[in-house]
């Protein structure tokens, strides 16, 4: 008898565990698995972390918001720089209450949104998969696990760009659709869905795209609230637009017009996906994943609207497909992969994590055998600037400053654009009045600077970003490139080229605008279209353009750049100044006397 108490214990010790221990057991090895590729994402953007050159644009514009300047890129010109009004205002507020370097504010900030935007993506298919009733099958996050394995996700998780506040914007709208479980919202959700084009002007495919899955089940039975939910999500994006025609006379950030967002550029469009989706052999997980989307898993006893989770799923992939459709039709962009990394990131969501089971496993495994390789192996075949003018950019930054994590703008000082800055805020430092035209230039050319100009030092540079931010807010920086610059920005486009850096005016428009009335130059020539530019300048549109962003801001001018911003946002500037004489005046003629 004396036996018996042990062969108890040893018989407990064996026993099955309770069904409270497998459920909890179930939700530890579920939560593991659905967290592996935010922590991969975590990891790698962290370890890949930096800030590009037109990540500085944004810092900069954020040091003139505190200096009191404004949303501005240059003291006393405003013109809209910045192409995410939502980002530069989170990374202003996030300065302001945060004791680090607002370069370490705007990589954590970058990085804490992606991540959450991914976690919040497989959260919210998590929801939609629990809701079919198919509770004993696995899920795995194998879109989450797609997008985490990409080397461009990792690149732009940081770099001060806004592909992190894009991540969790749309994470944060799936996962607010997932939970909803009727047709009611409240009022903060079609305001969420509402935020697109404050993140970036072409989100608001994927703003439009959710919103009809709000509003199209109640049109019938309650048109009054849909119509409610409209105006709710509208009303941001109008504000915000509203402002930007009275503040800056333009309908659209300068960085779209000095893209020529709206023209198209389909062949350089096609190199731009190819050059994005080749490297990784993206098209293989793709069509794994549209296998497994296409291929029924609803339960048979649904606790969610069927219907309602197909809308949601196909407006994700419909959104995410034009959205590629509209970057394919204008070019694309000169960074590898930045552009498309949002709509793919949309299509994604429906199968950010999915329930695998019987035959689905096949797929499930050619998915994370794929992330495998492509996060151990696949590379880009160019370094820096491939042949196709589409760069590696955070490869060639980090090779261009000599620095594995080029992050502050110290990273970058020994490099030309840091050093240039440092001699701009020299020379402001010093009082020295310079127009400076070719700092890289040897010797620099160098120009007096007319009287009247606001700063002590202009300098013109073909990259503004780190020169801009090291130079200080008091130097006035010329966009040669036009992304921050309302004259070069609206130049005429001669031949299509790498996108972003096709436009530029010659120096005799920069002697004309910045030099002495009286400054004139030894080449005949250069003497000739010099005094051409000046007389395009006195043009009337050009008048009426600088008289927008350089007059004092009171309420008459606030109403008269809404009725002129249709006009200058259409204005575009021949690049001979012989034409912009013929065009602008005759224009100007014609409208005094039709």
């Avoid at 609207?305 to 459709?325: F, I, K, N």
Wanted: glycine share 8%; with cysteine; aromatic share 8%.
């Amino acid at each position: 008898m004396s036996g018996l108490p042990v062969e108890s214990a040893l018989l407990e010790g064996i026993a099955p565990p309770s069904r409270t221990e497998v459920r909890g057991n179930h939700r530890l090895l579920r939560a593991v698995l659905l967290s592996i590729p935010v922590l991969l994402l975590a990891t790698l953007g962290w370890q890949q972390r930096w800030t590009s050159d037109d990540g500085f644009i944004n810092l900069r514009i954020v040091r003139q918001i505190e200096a009191g300047n404004g949303p501005v890129f240059n003291r006393g010109e405003r013109v809209d720089a910045a192409t995410s009004p939502l980002w530069v205002g989170l990374v202003t507020v996030a300065d302001r209450i945060s004791p680090l370097r607002i370069e370490h504010d705007a990589c954590v900030l970058g990085l804490l949104l992606t991540i959450a935007g991914l976690a919040c993506a497989i959260l919210g298919s998590r929801r939609l998969a629990v809701g079919t009733g198919r509770g004993q099958v696995v899920l795995l996050p194998l879109g989450a696990l797609v997008y985490a394995a990409l080397p461009p996700a990792w690149d732009f998780a940081t770099s001060g760009l806004e592909n992190g506040l894009a991540a969790a914007w749309l994470g944060a709208v799936w996962l607010a659709l997932a939970r909803r479980e009727d047709t009611s919202w409240p009022l903060w959700l079609p305001i969420l869905l509402g935020l697109g084009p404050l993140v970036r002007p072409d989100c608001a495919i994927e703003s439009a795209a959710f919103l009809l899955v709000l509003v199209l089940p109640s049109v019938r039975r309650a048109p009054w609230r849909s119509l409610g939910a409209l105006v709710a999500a509208l009303a941001l994006p109008l504000l915000v637009e509203f402002l930007r025609m009275g503040y800056y006379a333009s309908l659209v950030p300068n960085t779209a017009i000095a893209k020529e967002a709206s023209l198209p550029y389909w062949a350089q469009g096609w190199r731009y996906l190819v050059d994005f989706a080749a490297p990784y052999w993206l098209p293989f997980p793709l069509l794994l994943l549209l296998a497994l989307f296409l291929v029924p898993s609803l339960g048979d006893r649904p606790r969610l609207d069927a219907t309602r989770l197909r809308l949601l799923s196909w407006a994700a992939v419909a959104a995410a497909l034009l959205h590629t459709l509209f970057i394919t039709r204008v070019g694309g962009d000169f960074m590898h992969g930045r552009m498309l990394l949002i709509p793919l990131f949309c299509g994604l969501l429906p199968v950010s994590a999915v329930p695998v089971h019987g035959k689905r496993w096949i797929v499930g495994a050619g998915v994370i055998a794929w992330a495998a390789l492509c996060a151990a192996m696949l590379r880009l075949p160019y370094a820096g600037i491939g042949d196709e003018g589409i760069a590696d950019e955070r490869g060639f930054y980090a090779g261009f400053a000599g620095r594995a994590n080029p992050l502050t703008s110290d990273d970058y000082l020994d490099c030309g654009w840091g050093k240039a800055g440092t001699i701009f805020s020299g020379l402001d430092h010093d009082g020295r009045r310079s127009l400076v035209l070719n700092i890289f230039e040897h010797p620099a050319k160098l120009a007096p600077l007319r009287a009247d100009a606001r700063a002590t030092v202009y300098a013109a540079m073909p990259s503004i970003g780190v020169a801009g931010f090291v130079a200080g807010t008091n130097v006035y920086i010329i966009d040669q490139a036009g992304l921050a610059d309302p004259v070069v920005g609206r130049a005429e486009i001669s031949a299509r080229g790498r996108p972003g850096h096709e436009k530029r005016l010659d120096d005799v428009w920069t002697l004309a605008r910045y030099a002495p009335e009286d400054f004139t130059v030894s080449d005949e020539e250069i003497e000739r279209r010099l005094r051409l530019a000046r007389e395009a300048l006195d043009c009337p549109p050009l008048q009426e353009l600088q008289a927008a962003i350089s007059a004092p801001m009171t309420l008459t001018r606030f109403i008269e750049n809404l009725r002129a911003a249709p006009k200058l946002t259409a204005l575009r500037i021949p690049n001979d100044p012989r034409a912009a004489v013929a065009s602008l005046c005759a224009v100007a003629a014609h409208t005094e006397n039709p």
